[in-house]
C-alpha cells in the first residue's frame, strides 16, 4: 500500500495567497524530501529535514518536519505565478535507506 | 556538471515488443535510481544501484523489468513484452557518495515517455 499520503491533491490559489501541502506517513520518517515539478519537466529538488521539529525556510517557502517524524508541510507565502506545479514529498524510512515513497503531489494553480 | 541525461526522451512501441531506455548519471554521483511516474501521481520507486551492485528493486516490478549498471556509471532499464500498462514517464535521478554535501539530493533526468500501443 502506498507509504506516504499527499494532501489536497489539488489547490486553485490566487495570487498573494498562502498555500500549504501535507504529507503523512504511517511509519516513522528517516529522512523526507520535497521537490516541485512544473508541467511537462522533471521534479526538482527544494530541500531534505532530517531532525525531528526541523523547520527550514527558503525565502517564501517554508518547510516542517513533525515531532514525531511523520508528517510534514511545505507552506508558500503570497505566492506567485511562478509557483505553479506539482510539489512532492519523498520519504525515506527508517528501516530501509535504498528507496524513497514519494507522495501523489499537490498541484498548485496560482491565478494572476 | 551537464546534470543527468536520458535516451530516447520519446519512445512509441507496439504491444509485446521489448524497449530498452538508458540513463548517464552526473559523472561524480555512485547512486542511482528508476522512477516511473503516471499522470497525475508521483514517481513509484523502482530499483536503486550503488556503484554497479542493484541493492534494491521494487517488489512491483515483474520479472518483464530488469536493470543494469555494468560499470556503476550508466544504467539502462530493459522492459521485455511491453504492456498498455506499462506506459509510463520512467524517470532517473543519480546522487552523490554518502559523507558529500547534499548526498541525498536526488537529481532527476527528464525522462523516457514511452507509450505502448
Known amino acids: 500500500g502506498q507509504q506516504v499520503m499527499q494532501i489536497p491533491q489539488y489547490q486553485h490559489v490566487q495570487e498573494g495567497e498562502d498555500f500549504t501541502t501535507y504529507c503523512n506517513s504511517s511509519?516513522?520518517?528517516?529522512?523526507i524530501q520535497w521537490y516541485k515539478q512544473r508541467p511537462g519537466g522533471h521534479p526538482v529538488f527544494l530541500i531534505q529535514?532530517?531532525?525531528?521539529?526541523e523547520v527550514k525556510k527558503q525565502k517564501r517557502l517554508t518547510f516542517q518536519f513533525g515531532e514525531a517524524k511523520k508528517n510534514s508541510s511545505l507552506h508558500i507565502t503570497a505566492t506567485q505565478t511562478t509557483d505553479v506545479g506539482t510539489y512532492f514529498c519523498?520519504?525515506?524510512?527508517?528501516?530501509?535507506?535504498?528507496?524513497?515513497?514519494f507522495g501523489s503531489g499537490t498541484k498548485l494553480n496560482v491565478k494572476p | 556538471d551537464t546534470g543527468v541525461s536520458q535516451d530516447p526522451r520519446h519512445k512509441i512501441t507496439k504491444r509485446g515488443q521489448n524497449v530498452t531506455f538508458r540513463c548517464d548519471p552526473i559523472?561524480?554521483?555512485?547512486?542511482l535510481y528508476w522512477y516511473r511516474q503516471t499522470l497525475g501521481q508521483g514517481p513509484e520507486f523502482l530499483t536503486y544501484?550503488?556503484?554497479?551492485?542493484?541493492?534494491?528493486k521494487s517488489r512491483l516490478l515483474s520479472d518483464r523489468f530488469s536493470a543494469e549498471r555494468p560499470k556503476g556509471s550508466f544504467s539502462t532499464l530493459e522492459i521485455q513484452r511491453t504492456e498498455q500498462g506499462d506506459s509510463a514517464m520512467y524517470l532517473c535521478?543519480?546522487?552523490?557518495?554518502?559523507?558529500?554535501?547534499?548526498?541525498?539530493?536526488?537529481?532527476f533526468g527528464p525522462g523516457t515517455r514511452l507509450t505502448v500501443l
Open positions: 535521478a543519480s546522487s552523490a557518495p554518502p559523507g558529500t554535501v547534499l548526498r541525498d539530493t536526488q537529481y
Open positions: 511509519t516513522t520518517l528517516s529522512n
Open positions: 529535514l532530517v531532525k525531528s521539529g
Open positions: 519523498a520519504g525515506r524510512m527508517r528501516y530501509n535507506f535504498n528507496k524513497f515513497y
Open positions: 559523472s561524480e554521483h555512485n547512486r
Open positions: 544501484f550503488q556503484n554497479e551492485a542493484q541493492l534494491e
